[in-house]
């Protein structure tokens, strides 16, 4: 997937003088925004988080936007006696390396999708096209039947075939980038990045997509009314989409997401057998990781199914020997569960629901037990409480006893920060529903690939949740082993660029904002709540029961639900209680309405 983009910008643009002549071109605005803002927020919300300015003429223009957006502006000193292509090959140093890249002309006034095409193509370098139009200074594509690039002419008698015409947005890969700056240094210097593309086409393929979108590039007057007054409300009625009523969801997920990651769901029916969906994939696996660990040492396993689904291929494919499991809630009883139904030998430590763990005892237990250890398994944030387990220092006792830690994070990942490694994490497994805002129906395993590595001589323990059967699969063929949630996984995409727009420490500060709102409400109800702050996730929050006598929770459920707020039942044993969770795309405000609408209920049952 592409990260990067490159906006040449460094022209001058003259054509353009007689009605814009303060500022660069790609400064003039429609409906109040410049279009090369526009450009710039639409290649972030699509997930482009290196974005390169090639800039000359009025420069300081483009450095101001510095203080907003978060682009890096290189400058083409010779911008006034050389075209695109130079301009393009001085940003060759400032790329990631080994990375795609897109490339944009700076002129261009746009729909979303006209990326969504260039970015999604199965192709490694293409260039965007469309029928071919008649707003004036078109660049006709010649091409082979195969849809490779032959030619490009703004003449059309150059060209045996026109039936398409370049927008402006392209992607080149890394390999075909390096080729493109060497090719710059071979044609003369006014030549333009198309000149480059047409010469790189001479023995590398560069594809043609062509989609019908609306988009023009503003160079004169007359483009410029024209974009304004056709392209313009075009665009914004193709973008305009409904709100999606917003339910307040204060169960621990599925939690609630925003409407781009919903509507994210909404592509073309697509195989996930096709290149471009492996692409996405890969680009999933490698985000998911980076959240808590390096691609080198670590890698995703992407698994169809539930929370439940990650944590049970995660036990059955990778115990070796006996297993210590660390047991203080629900989830640390499904562990066991797991591996009793697997008849995986197990010893469990069961400590209480509300307390901290206590490390004496874990230590003691394992020196007990060492020879037939090989790993321990426990919950990280136990959801059944909010109970937050130290799994640093299980850590720790892993590493001075050489055993494998193995992680149900399902409920902390995406908000709690991990660091796999300096934890001595070698598997973790989580789900993309709840913190990270994601669809239900995939979760993940993340895995030590060196610990993973052993468990490939492992016998198989089931068929479907074989966790290297996954893995393998993903990695010699790009694709998962069974039919994938197609739409989930797209969700999941716009999910992970979301989260990484917010990173996961703020992430964690909002929802530890909607957290303190809660505590503050229902201390002013006088509703006790059951784990020390000390200790507490702050993602979810055990409340016990009103004792007021005409109380019933389906009746204080029903109330809320009416009220666009959904609450949870009570998961522990005989203790009467209640859970709300802050996690999801909730603000303190939300938390403060459901404040009132609980304070409203208690007094009408008074
Ligand atoms: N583990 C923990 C800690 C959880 O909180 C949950 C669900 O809330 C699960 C496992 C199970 O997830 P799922 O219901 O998605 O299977
Ligand atoms: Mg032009
Ligand atoms: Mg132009």
Redesign the pocket.
Known sequence: MIKQAIILAAGMGSRLAALHDKAPKSFITIEETPIIIRSIELLLSVGIDHILIGVGHKKEFFESLKNKYPITCIENPAYASTGSLATLAVCQNSLRKNEPVLLLESDLLYEKQALMNTIDSPYETCVLSCPVTTFGDEVYIQRTYKNTLINMSKKQEDLEETSSVLVGINKISANHFEKLCNISKQLTPEKHYEDGLVTLAQSEPVHVIKRDITWCEIDTPEHYHFASSIIWPEIKKKETVPNIPRNILLN??PATTTDTVKYAQVVPDICPREAEFGDILTSIRNDLTNLCAHTETHTTVLIG???????DAMLSSVISRTALVISN???GK?MEEILKTYNIPYIVIHSEPTEPLNIKIIEAEIIKHHADLSHICM??????TGLLNPIEKIGELCQTYKLSLCI?????FGAIPIDMAAMNVDFL?S?A??NIQGM?GL?FVIANKKALQVTKELPAKNYYLHLWSHYDSLEKTKQTRFTPPVQTIYALRQALIELKQEGVENRYRRYISCWETLMTGLNSLNLKTLVEKEHHGKL?TTILEPTLPNYNFQDMHGYLYDRGFTIYPGKLGNNHTFRISNIGELHSKDIALFIDALKNYLSIIQ
């Open positions: 621990p997920g199914g539930s929370g439940t689904a990650a944590v809630g629900a989830y499904r919950v990280h944030h136990e959801t059944t149900d994070a399902v409920s902390s497994a789900t529903n709840k239900a979760a979810i």
